[in-house]
């Protein structure tokens, strides 16, 4: 009987060895050591079991084979009447062919080899973040970061580029407004640079990134001199902004007119924002 030092974690790697010559039949030594080591590792717990017969030299290939196979077989069924399920047996047979040829008898050789082992659960995947949320406020600043008008006619296009920006927790969203309706203008596409920041309160908490939905713009005038208005018409869990419409500067307009538009804010992204 040896026990071998390189066994996987928790488990047992083994040589039941010294069968009688051409004997398959388990001896005292080796019930002992099954009852004291192994079926108390594998019996009614998640593990397995790998036997593997084998035979000496002596006598034909296929009787060998045929005795190794005995050996591990009498193993798995002394092992199943002691409460270890046959499905967490594995045999195997190698008859003569890892056996010495000198001497032709070693008592090495006439052994049932064992390898049992737990079955370690792999560890659980970690648990998912929560998604994290975006933190709500009820002051707020609001710019225009650039934009483009068109106008052919009275029909009016808006294309307009805004931030909402958060100042106590120094968050910030893009938001891009596409809008039409009706307006005039003396020229058929006007221009407005980044304006200033705009103060606003909002009637109930929300988040920066939640200002998106229906919304109507209305502006009139050329360069610097120019009154805007945002209606943002879908604001979420019946919030509304203060004032409302907002009543916000721009940056300088190229161009001269006056159009409404309607349509809609689209989030764009949502980021830190330290005041520039």
Do not use: C
Not at 153 to 173: C, G, M, N, T
Not at 258 to 265: D, E, I, R
């Amino acid at each position: 009987m040896s026990v071998h030092r390189n066994a996987p974690l928790g488990g047992i790697r083994a040589a039941m060895s010294n069968y009688d010559i051409d004997v398959d039949t388990l001896k005292q030594e080796h019930i002992y050591f099954l009852d004291t080591r192994i079926v108390p590792l594998v019996s009614g717990k998640r593990a397995r079991i790998w036997l593997q017969g084998s035979a000496s030299s002596t006598g034909t290939d296929a009787h060998n084979m045929a005795l190794s196979r005995r050996r591990a077989e009498n193993v798995a069924r002394y092992l199943e009447g002691r409460g270890v399920q046959g499905r967490q047996i594995q045999i195997d047979a190698v008859g003569e062919g890892l056996a010495t040829l000198t001497p032709a008898e070693n008592s090495d050789d006439r052994a049932v080899a064992i390898l049992a082992a737990p079955l370690f659960d792999p560890p659980p995947p970690p648990a998912p973040r929560p998604p994290q949320r975006t933190p709500t406020a009820k002051s707020f600043r609001l710019r225009l970061v650039g934009g483009i008008g068109a106008g052919a006619r009275i029909i009016a296009v808006d294309r307009l580029y805004f931030e909402i920006w958060d100042p106590e927790h120094k968050i910030s969203s893009i938001y891009e407004y596409t809008g039409g309706g009706i307006g005039q203008s003396v020229k058929s596409v006007s221009a407005t640079m980044k304006g200033p920041w705009n103060d606003f309160k909002t009637t109930g908490p929300l988040a920066v990134n939640e200002f998106h939905g229906a919304a109507r713009f209305t502006t009139a005038g050329a360069g610097s001199y120019t009154l805007n208005y945002l209606n943002m018409m879908q604001m979420p869990r019946g919030t509304a902004t203060m004032p409302n419409p907002l009543s916000i500067s721009t940056g300088f307009t190229v161009g001269i007119g006056a159009s409404t538009t309607v349509g809609g804010m689209a989030l764009m992204s949502t980021g830190p924002f330290a005041e520039d």
